[in-house]
């Protein structure tokens, strides 16, 4: 009988769930060494003040803020990133807080605010984002500056028509003990003004250092314009003082630039 290539077909690709655990060592792997927005908050962040951090992760603009003198809090919402943070401490080391940032209950007031690397975005929700931004407002001193970071959907996204871009990065395993693939598939909707993001990770050790992963999640993300999040930052009680397209405080290009890096007080 003779083979039918035609019918053959590629074999269906099956990834697991991904832990809260194991998204957190994934995420200490690929981000824990990127410092080129750490210089940007040190710029806008009188020297010594107090800062709260929104969304810390494991730790990485905290402890480095914490290392130049700052007075830092850290929040974010998964435990499991928390206690990554706490495994890798800097001298001194910064405050570290399990919460939601729509429902915070501090009782002082920051000098600076920070929501870095498209935390806001991930809120995926304006009542959500709404809500976080009056916590904010609420713990921010009234001479206090907000500073965001955002992510804002490219024209060649958006020109796909909810079809997915698809992008990869590799990172090396822990002494050099393998590698980490990820693969990225993100589609824009237009109607709802989302970005579905789907994360996919490939855990490739070497010989004898554990078994072989195929792991992934899909996040939900506000994929709103410029003027539609300073929309919601005005109703929100911000006035904006700067928008910057990059970390060296180029100023936001509406045209071209997806990073929209937002300095903002209380009005």
């Not at 210089?39 to 962040?45: D, L, N, S, V």
């Not at 709260?52 to 914490?66: F, K, P, Q, V």
């Not at 002082?108 to 870095?116: A, D, E, H, K, V």
């Not at 598939?185 to 072989?212: D, F, M, V």
Request: net charge neutral; hydrophobic share 35%; glycine share 6%.
């Amino acid at each position: 009988m003779s083979d039918i290539f035609s019918e053959h077909k590629e074999p269906e690709e099956h990834f697991l769930p991904l832990s809260a655990k194991r998204y957190a060592e994934f995420y200490s792997l690929e981000m824990d060494s990127f410092s080129d927005d750490i210089a940007f908050y040190k710029a806008y962040c009188k020297k010594g003040s107090s800062v709260l951090e929104l969304g810390c992760g494991t730790g990485r603009i905290s402890r480095a803020l914490t290392l130049s003198g700052y007075s830092v809090s850290g929040l974010d919402l998964s435990l499991s990133m928390l206690q990554l943070a706490q495994s890798n401490p800097g001298m001194p080391s910064p405050s570290y807080i399990c919460a939601d940032m729509t429902q915070m209950a501090f009782t002082t007031r920051f000098t600076n605010i920070l929501i870095p690397y498209n935390t806001l975005n991930l809120l995926r929700d304006t009542l959500l984002i709404t809500a976080c931004l009056q916590q904010v407002h609420r713990c921010l001193a009234s001479s206090g500056s907000l500073l965001l970071q955002l992510h804002i959907p490219d024209d060649e996204l958006m020109a796909r028509k909810g079809e997915n871009r698809f992008q990869f990065q590799m990172f090396p395993l822990h002494n050099n003990h393998g590698k980490l693939i990820k693969e990225t598939l993100r589609s824009y909707n237009k109607t709802t003004q989302g970005i579905c993001l789907e994360e996919r990770y490939r855990l490739r050790p070497s010989a004898n250092n554990g078994p072989r992963e195929d792991l992934s999640h899909t996040l939900h993300l506000a994929g709103f314009s410029a003027d539609r999040w300073l929309k919601i930052l005005r109703n929100c009680g911000f006035q904006t003082l700067s928008l910057f397209g990059n970390y060296d405080s180029r100023p936001f290009k509406k045209d071209t630039d997806s990073t929209l890096l937002i300095k903002a007080s209380p009005s």
